[in-house]
């Protein structure tokens, strides 16, 4: 996991890429698999799991049956 640094700026954190996995899965549940081929174009198969694994420690995110589900999702 890539923490924000003097060396490491902010947007090539880990921590940058949460809110670009959330905002997705705010809108819809998705597979690890569809939701990497969502974000491909925006991060390297290695952030993506270790935004997935900030996610899932922080208690955001929810897999079941490999079904991502964003736990704070606003239902209505």
Do not use: W
């Amino acid at each position: 996991m890539k923490y924000p640094s003097k060396v490491t700026p902010y947007k090539d954190s880990t921590l940058s890429k949460l809110p670009i996995l959330l905002k997705l899965l705010n809108e819809s549940d998705y597979t690890v698999l569809s939701l990497f081929d969502k974000v491909r174009q925006k991060m390297t198969l290695k952030e993506y799991e270790d935004a997935l694994d900030c996610l899932f420690i922080l208690g955001k995110i929810t897999l079941n049956k490999e079904v991502i589900h964003y736990v704070d999702r606003n239902i209505l």
